[in-house]
């Protein structure tokens, strides 16, 4: 295969939620994919670590504090990414949290708060970013970061769900609209990732090993990283709208509704051949 497909070198990419979790991982990846890096996060200790992480790998770094969350400080965040690398080829959003209420607990206000923390804040930055490689005639590539909530009923988790569905939903109607300006948007759906707000604990993985995750653990932040890593590049150069998701084949396991195959005693060996 040949291993320019997935190389960026020249390339420039801001990653916005990049100090940590998902979004550092992603963020080295990127790096040593030859792409230079500007990390944007609300914590300057957490942005200067992973910036100077990307420069230790060699590529040309930046480490913005910023609220992606402001919609005038959003926009601040890719003009200052752009001006730090000289230019802007890839954009990688990794924000958003989940709040836990039903619907008959669930104030107005927390309702709107997960949709501006989920949804609202890509809309904004990502279409600064693509105002931006239009007017330059340039093409681009940007992934954010929904959730298998946004895929399938989330009890308690309405107001996350469906900002994520709706982030799903946006990502489509962007790649369509912009697809003649020669740029790319995905979305990757993570399942169940252990991440600095969501580390390992005995009843976490105990949860785990009972449940519906066929593969039996925890996907990890590189597991995401690597995944952000193959839609910006040429490897996914004609895949644009999609959502990949990356769970350890549980919502395969939910759609089918059967159980896994135990790893040992699945087959009666008397079966035979039929």
């Known amino acids: 295969m040949d291993s320019s497909l997935f190389q960026l070198e020249g390339k420039a990419a801001l990653v916005v939620g990049g100090g940590q979790g998902m979004g550092e991982s992603t963020a080295r990846f990127l790096a040593r994919a030859g792409c230079g890096v500007a990390v944007a996060d609300v914590v300057k200790e957490r942005a200067d670590r992973v910036a100077n992480a990307v420069a230790d790998l060699g590529q040309p770094s930046a480490a913005i504090v910023g609220?992606?969350?402001?919609?005038?400080?959003?926009?601040?965040?890719?003009?200052?990414?752009?001006?730090?690398?000289?230019?802007?080829?890839?954009?990688?959003?990794?924000?958003?949290?989940a709040s836990f209420n039903s619907l008959l607990d669930m104030r107005p206000e927390h309702w709107d708060y997960d949709q501006r923390r989920n949804l609202r804040y890509f809309f904004v930055i990502a279409r600064e970013a693509a105002r931006l490689l239009i007017a330059r005639d340039r093409p681009?590539?940007?992934?954010?970061?929904?959730?298998?909530?946004?895929?399938?009923?989330?009890?308690?988790?309405?107001?996350?769900?469906?900002?994520?569905?709706?982030?799903?939903?946006?990502?489509?109607?962007?790649?369509?609209?912009?697809?003649?300006?020669?740029?790319?948007?995905?979305?990757?759906?993570?399942?169940?990732?252990?991440?600095?707000?969501?580390?390992?604990?005995?009843?976490?993985?105990?949860?785990?090993?009972?449940?519906?995750?066929?593969?039996?653990?925890?996907?990890?932040?590189?597991?995401?990283?690597?995944?952000?890593?193959?839609?910006?590049s040429d490897l996914a150069s004609y895949v644009t709208g999609h959502t990949l998701v990356v769970d350890g084949?549980?919502?395969?396991?939910?759609?089918?509704?059967?159980?896994?195959?135990?790893?040992?005693?699945?087959?009666?060996?008397?079966?035979?051949?039929?």
């Open 67 to 97: 609220d992606a969350l402001d919609d005038s400080e959003a926009k601040e965040i890719v003009e200052r990414a752009d001006r730090d690398l000289g230019g802007l080829d890839v954009l990688v959003t990794i924000v958003g949290q």
């Open 140 to 232: 681009g590539a940007m992934v954010c970061i929904s959730s298998v909530t946004g895929l399938q009923s989330a009890p308690n988790f309405a107001s996350y769900g469906v900002a994520k569905a709706g982030l799903i939903n946006l990502v489509r109607t962007m790649a369509v609209e912009w697809a003649p300006y020669n740029i790319r948007v995905n979305a990757v759906a993570p399942g169940t990732i252990t991440t600095p707000r969501l580390p390992d604990t005995p009843e976490r993985l105990e949860r785990v090993r009972q449940g519906n995750i066929p593969a039996k653990r925890r996907g990890t932040t590189d597991e995401i990283g690597k995944a952000a890593l193959f839609l910006v």
């Open 249 to 274: 084949g549980w919502m395969a396991a939910m759609l089918t509704g059967v159980p896994p195959i135990p790893r040992s005693g699945a087959l009666d060996a008397s079966a035979g051949e039929r």
